[in-house]
């Protein structure tokens, strides 16, 4: 990779931009985040790299910034639909110049982002995106609206479970008996 290149790699679960800045070794590289720090990554640590530009480590805040506008996970549902008829494979390029019709290095960006934490519409491949089938998309979103119940139930029963504690008047639901049950 040369100097300047700006890249995408994720430290302890959470994404990190940073410039590279020399080659380290073999097979490692030296990149500088915004703070100045150095980061010593290995190839297959770095989940993107920004297309046909060069930078600078103070050059990225500016770059999240442009970006920020375009991190529309909503709109991911509309490009699923038009892409899911044709079960075509899609790049972050050809994602960014369906969703903002551009191609410029934040649309594209800001295209890798939202499909990498999709977790419904689209499935990674390699550096290439394919749409869920229709079956496969509305079970997924069966299974998040479950857990969201499920959630949310646990929540009301401890809010319950609370008041009662403090010496309030509470008025027990069926699905508490259960919970009662196991404890």
Not at 72 to 98: H, I
Not at 153 to 167: A, I, S, T, W
Request: charged residues 30%.
């Amino acid at each position: 990779m040369e100097k300047g290149t700006l890249i995408e790699f994720r430290l302890q679960g959470e994404r990190h931009l940073a410039v590279v800045d020399r080659p380290e070794g073999k097979n490692h590289l030296i990149a500088l985040d915004q703070r100045g720090k150095l980061h010593k990554l290995h190839p297959r640590q770095v989940t993107y790299t920004v297309a046909d530009s060069t930078y600078e480590p103070s050059q990225i805040p500016e770059f999240i910034a442009r970006v920020q506008p375009y991190l529309d996970p909503d709109s991911l549902e509309l490009a699923w639909e038009l892409l899911v008829e044709e079960g075509e494979a899609v790049t972050c390029a050809d994602m960014a110049q369906l969703l903002f019709s551009e191609q410029s290095p934040p649309q594209c960006y800001a295209a890798h982002c939202i499909l990498f934490e999709d977790k419904i519409y689209f499935k990674q491949k390699a550096q290439t995106y394919e749409p869920r089938s229709a079956s496969m998309v509305a079970e997924i979103k069966h299974q998040l609206a479950a857990a969201q119940s499920k959630h949310q139930e646990q929540e009301e029963f401890l809010k319950r479970v609370q008041q009662k504690l403090g010496g309030e008047q509470v008025e027990w639901v069926d699905s508490d008996r259960t919970r009662f049950d196991a404890l």
